[in-house]
């Protein structure tokens, strides 16, 4: 038996059949994240049915003042902001991992969430501005710019050496530890310098929480993953070539080099946001893409998708673990999700020795 692959496509109906289970895929991840949405809103110090959470959601007139007030002022953002989140980082490291062409690439890997933190704790600590900004209004949102400005530079760094002469994936898996080392421990600097205030606050964003989830900061980050979305589906077929080696993209009249400047762009925007408004949250941008990957394939115009329903869900399910471990207490949401993702990330790392991503 031949071992070549086939030249030809696979028939109409095959592919029709193949197309159907993806959707039917992506519709099952919405309906498990839309569950874990609304277990998220029910559960806290005071618990609600899965009714009363709906009927305060769709009609809040009828509900309960105190339950109408929970709802839309403590809950909503904190459980919205779990699913932007997810949908973010697992986005950004599913798009990472394409153009890096690396299994272990992801914005916490890599070291660009820890530089994010970096820059945002300058903000925060000592007011310092990484992007002189002209106009007052915003100039209050001189922490998640710092958060970007680290996280572009970080990005530049990994981009400028993917594209060095026989530097392997290796290589670039090494380089982005050297960078989560350098910026933590800059970060140690700056707690070391900064007021006990700032330290607190720099402490709160290493460990990770959604509980101080606000309406403006959900809709900033939502802002972040709506604009860099179009981008990426505008790219979605070269992409999906992209996989196929870089020879191979070009071949197809793509610019290699641009398309991966571009992306790790767009991954600093995504990566960024989230840093500077709840902590670092790790290996979201890491899990969420190899799920999606197992269940629906390279093909972008489906990864994209399933990478970011995955990535919410996941962090979703953190946000109700956090609330259920300890009754009466809510965990910082970067412990789950590193307790989660660490054994996952020791797997990947013990299987990539044993076969080619």
Sequence with gaps: MSSTLPLTAPPAGQYRVLVKRRQALLALLALLLLGSFLLDLALGPTRYGLGEVVRALLW?????????????????????????????????????????????????????????????????????????????????????????????????????????????VETIVLLGIALVFTFNALLALVQYFASEQAVAAVVFWTMGSLTKATWPKLTITTLALVCTLPLFARQAWALTALRLGDDKAASFGINVRRLRLQTLVLVSLLAAFPVAFVGTIGFIGLVGPHIARLLIGEDQRFFMPASMLAGALILSLSSVVSKTLVPGAIFPIGVITSLIGVPFFISLILSSRRRTW
Excluded at 67 to 96: D, F, K, N, Y
Aim: hydrophobic letters at 60%.
């Design 60 to 168: 809040p007139a009828e509900a309960s003042p105190q339950a109408r007030v929970v709802m839309w002022e403590i809950r909503l953002p904190v459980a919205l902001m779990a699913v932007v989140v997810g949908a973010a980082l697992s986005l950004a490291g599913a798009q990472m991992q394409t153009v890096l062409n690396n299994p272990l690439a992801s914005p916490f890997t890599l070291g660009v969430s820890a530089a994010a933190s970096f820059g945002a704790a300058l903000g925060l600590a000592f007011g310092v501005r990484l992007l002189p900004v002209a106009f007052p209004a915003v100039a209050d949102y001189i922490v998640p710019i710092n958060a970007f400005m680290m996280a572009l530079l970080c990005s530049g760094l990994i981009h400028a050496l993917s594209l060095r002469r026989g530097v392997t």
